[in-house]
């Protein structure tokens, strides 16, 4: 069974971009469980491992690929050493491009030469920093999930019915939550959202995330916060607020909790 730990990746737009880059883990290293808007690809540069997908555990060895979807709780863990190219498709370059990788759903490991050979290119071109490289990467990154559209579509029949269900009102949530987590949200209001019962999307969610649904919402907001804080420009009554707090007192408990540091000794830091 895969370590379990939670790490937010704030999902704002300004912040998520299209890149490429090598990563190297050796056990009991891990990646901690994690999700975001955009599109995630790995490949297995050598090395094998376990990968955490659609809240299934897969092994992964070296040449294939995985992809893990818009807001799939996912994650990589290895006995031993795993070498891999990570890819990340920023969510609005495929929005702005008519594709809604929300709606998408590909398969979650196969192998395949030409993602591979374009994986490299890419690269090569973001490695040396070529001319107009960052252009460059929106392309290749395009032309993957052109290619992914075409070839590597898959549906969730690979999972059983009752798992299907919950990824799909897991990824609701996460999708809700990340648009609204700055508005006076609730279980409650998540629920409705989905259509379920709150007491079935908390367990749901607390077993496939690794955490609950108010500790997810008040990470993005005191992340958020931080970021607020840094500009050193409000209050902090005026930060608490355009967080999605409405009480200060929460606020700073909450930032101590999850930071470290009250609001005002994280400000001087």
Same mark, same amino acid.
């Given at each position: @069974?895969?370590? /379990?730990?939670? =790490?937010?990746?704030?999902?704002?737009?300004?912040?998520?971009?299209?890149?490429?880059?090598?990563?190297?883990?050796?056990?009991?290293?891990?990646?901690?469980?994690?999700? *975001?808007?955009?599109?995630?690809?790995?490949?297995?540069?050598?090395?094998?491992?376990?990968?955490?997908?659609?809240?299934?555990?897969?092994? #992964?060895?070296?040449?294939?690929?995985?992809?893990?979807?818009?807001?799939?709780?996912?994650?990589?863990?290895?006995?031993?050493?795993?070498?891999?190219?990570?890819?990340?498709?920023?969510?609005?370059?495929?929005?702005?491009?008519?594709?809604?990788?929300?709606?998408?759903?590909?398969? $979650?490991?196969?192998?395949?030469? *030409?993602?591979?050979? @374009?994986?490299?290119?890419?690269?090569?071109?973001?490695?040396?920093?070529?001319? %107009?490289?960052?252009?460059?990467?929106?392309? %290749?990154?395009?032309? #993957?999930?052109?290619?992914?559209?075409?070839?590597?579509?898959?549906?969730?029949?690979?999972?059983?019915?009752?798992?299907?269900?919950?990824?799909?009102? #897991?990824? $609701?949530?996460?999708?809700?939550?990340?648009?609204?987590?700055?508005? /006076?949200?609730?279980?409650?209001?998540?629920?409705?959202?989905?259509?379920?019962?709150? /007491?079935?999307?908390?367990?749901?969610?607390?077993? %496939?995330?690794?955490?609950?649904?108010?500790?997810?919402?008040?990470?993005?907001?005191?992340?958020?916060? =931080?970021?607020?804080?840094? =500009?050193?420009?409000?209050?902090?009554? +005026?930060?608490? +607020?355009?967080?999605?707090?409405?009480?200060?007192? %929460?606020?700073?408990?909450?930032?101590? =909790?999850?930071?470290?540091?009250?609001?005002?000794?994280?400000?001087?830091?």
């Amino acid at each position: @069974m895969l370590k /379990a730990e939670f =790490q937010v990746n704030f999902p704002e737009s300004e912040k998520s971009h299209t890149y490429i880059r090598r990563q190297h883990l050796k056990a009991p290293n891990f990646r901690p469980i994690n999700w *975001h808007e955009d599109l995630e690809l790995l490949y297995i540069c050598s090395g094998s491992g376990t990968i955490y997908s659609h809240l299934n555990e897969y092994p #992964i060895h070296t040449g294939e690929i995985c992809v893990f979807d818009s807001f799939d709780p996912h994650t990589i863990s290895t006995d031993s050493e795993i070498r891999f190219l990570i890819l990340n498709v920023n969510a609005e370059l495929c929005r702005v491009n008519r594709i809604d990788i929300s709606e998408l759903s590909f398969c $979650t490991i196969f192998t395949d030469n *030409h993602i591979v050979s @374009m994986l490299y290119k890419m690269l090569g071109e973001c490695d040396n920093r070529l001319p %107009y490289w960052n252009l460059s990467a929106d392309i %290749y990154a395009l032309e #993957i999930i052109l290619h992914l559209m075409k070839n590597h579509q898959a549906s969730y029949n690979n999972i059983s019915e009752s798992k299907n269900k919950s990824f799909s009102n #897991i990824r $609701t949530a996460l999708g809700y939550i990340t648009a609204n987590y700055t508005n /006076a949200i609730t279980l409650d209001d998540v629920a409705a959202q989905i259509g379920v019962n709150p /007491a079935h999307l908390a367990r749901e969610f607390k077993k %496939y995330t690794h955490t609950t649904v108010i500790s997810y919402i008040n990470s993005l907001r005191i992340k958020h916060a =931080q970021g607020l804080i840094a =500009q050193k420009k409000y209050a902090m009554s +005026e930060i608490a +607020e355009k967080s999605g707090f409405n009480n200060l007192s %929460y606020f700073s408990r909450a930032f101590r =909790q999850y930071t470290g540091f009250s609001p005002s000794k994280y400000l001087r830091s």
